[in-house]
């Protein structure tokens, strides 16, 4: 009897079944405007160490993607597994701007803590409100200093614990600094990095780039300039290396390294005008590393199309949360929810324990996958003033923009429009080259973009309006519209007025 009792609780999902027993801790290292920089994506130049030894470890997404380029909105999104049009939070979060999701979604770490889980959260938080994205702990450090942060998570990592932990680790680096705009980037914070005549971060040692030495990517122009400030950004993206040898270090030391699931990702892209805040592949292509502990396959690079929607499935399906069937959370985790706050802005368009996404756990040791050739995109703002929705499908060949708002001016962040690149291309004149546009082009965007990205990577090339790409567009449209209808876009109207 006591046998069939089991048996019937595991099939209902009222128990853990034993692989599911097996100790499953997770840690989620997101960093903050990173594009696909490092040795292992094939960049000759900048030295990542330890973003190379989790690839060759691991699984490598040469075609992974965020939603929105932009901090707070796509930072719901890995939360959430929800498009930002969806969970409600269409931008910042911080200040004046007041972005935040609705009370009655539900964020990974809240479904991993009524799991068994220890959640905490270190460094750049960035989502609202905290009851939807609510940690058990938040770890204190400085978000520019990783050994640091590393080092004050040994406590969370070393607790002798039966129950397993959720880390999401989340730098600033290299997120674009403060300074005026300027010819050139003078500024030694331009990209976090310290000042000569500061001590810079405990256990760092900085690794100097020579501007002649950078790669520039297609989507930015070649100039002097701009090979300054890229210098800049390696710098910063070789101290976040350091951090994650740190953290990596750390988890070794306590025995853990083995029993964790670790995933390495960026919000979104560089933070240059042409990346971040648009959905050009400078913004949406986005470094993925995944290292599952319990597979045997190792240094698979893997050419499955995945999104940030999929991030909160697939490590829900790792810590056994998610009903591998449906795609959904486990119902007696649902069981456990707390109802949000009376008087509280709710959606009832978004129901608990279902996601835009699905777990890739599967295509984490394929190198060729089927089913996984089409993401989706969702923009409307970034800071506040900058509404400028957006929304694309994209296949392997093919990216189809549909520029909602298009007779305005494409809006600038502000950091972005004091970005030294930009303005001394900006002040050459309209006609000036930005990359495979100008800078009118790049201001000033058409209803609808169509690109090849086979023979066009850095999109320069609008096929929108090509007769032999008419019946695409048409389909791709199509296909847009029922994304919209599937995740409940509000922007879907605009397709019926103005």
């Not at 220890?118 to 990783?146: L, M, Q, W």
């Not at 756990?361 to 923009?379: F, I, K, M, N, R």
Request: aromatic share 10%.
């Amino acid at each position: 009897m006591r046998i069939r009792l089991i048996l019937a609780a595991v099939l209902l999902g009222l128990v853990a079944s034993p692989v599911d027993a097996a100790p499953r801790n997770v840690v989620l290292f997101v960093t903050d405007d990173q594009s696909q920089d490092m040795g292992c994506y094939g960049n000759s130049v900048i030295q990542t160490p330890n973003m190379d030894a989790i690839a060759r470890d691991g699984t490598r997404f040469t075609h992974a993607f965020c939603t929105t380029a932009s901090c707070s909105a796509s930072r719901s999104v890995i939360l959430s597994g929800l498009h930002n049009h969806a969970n409600g939070q269409y931008g910042h979060e911080h200040s004046y701007h007041k972005f935040n999701a609705y009370s009655n979604i539900v964020g990974l770490p809240v479904y991993l803590s009524k799991a068994g889980y220890r959640t905490a959260s270190c460094g750049k938080y960035h989502v609202a409100p905290e009851s939807v994205y609510a940690f058990d702990e938040f770890i204190p450090g400085n978000s520019r200093s990783p050994v640091e942060m590393a080092d004050n998570c040994k406590s969370l990592i070393e607790a002798d614990s039966d129950q397993p932990f959720f880390l999401y680790f989340c730098t600033s680096d290299p997120h674009r600094g403060g300074g005026e705009a300027t010819e050139l980037p003078h500024e030694p914070n331009r990209f976090g990095n310290p000042s000569p005549d500061s001590t810079g971060y405990p256990g760092i040692e900085e690794v100097i780039y020579d501007p002649d030495d950078v790669l520039v990517p297609g989507f930015l122009p070649d100039t002097p300039t701009c090979r300054a400030e890229i210098a800049q950004y390696y710098q910063s993206i070789s101290r976040i290396d350091q951090g994650l040898g740190r953290l990596i270090e750390i988890l070794n030391e306590a025995g853990e390294w083995d029993d964790t699931l670790f995933i390495y990702i960026s919000d979104h892209g560089i933070a240059m005008p042409g990346a971040k805040t648009t959905v050009y592949e400078g913004g949406m292509r986005s470094p993925c590393l995944v290292r599952n502990p319990h597979h045997e396959k190792r240094g698979v690079v893997s050419d499955a199309m995945v999104s940030w929607i999929d991030i909160t499935p697939t490590i829900l399906d790792f810590a056994g949360v998610l009903n591998q069937q449906t795609g959904t959370v486990k119902r007696p985790i649902l069981a456990k929810l707390d109802p949000p706050a009376r008087g509280t802005q709710q959606t009832n368009q978004t129901k608990q324990g279902t996601f835009h996404g699905r777990s890739f756990l599967p295509t984490l040791e394929q190198e060729q996958t089927a089913g996984w050739d089409t993401v989706y995109a969702s923009h409307t703002f970034h800071e506040i003033q900058m509404y400028y929705p957006m929304r694309v499908v994209r296949s392997r060949q093919y990216k189809l923009i549909w520029n909602i708002a298009h007779p305005l001016s494409f809006p600038f962040a502000s950091d972005l429009w004091a970005a030294p690149t930009w303005q001394a291309q900006y002040k050459l004149g309209p006609d000036a080259p930005y990359g495979a546009k100008t800078v009118d082009t790049y201001m000033h965007r058409p209803k609808f973009e169509l690109y090849d990205l086979k023979a066009d990577p850095d999109e320069g090339q609008n096929l929108a309006d090509d007769p032999n790409h008419k019946q695409l567009l048409a389909e791709m449209i199509e296909e847009l519209k029922a994304f919209q209808a599937r995740t409940h876009d509000p922007w879907a109207i605009k397709w019926e007025y103005e």
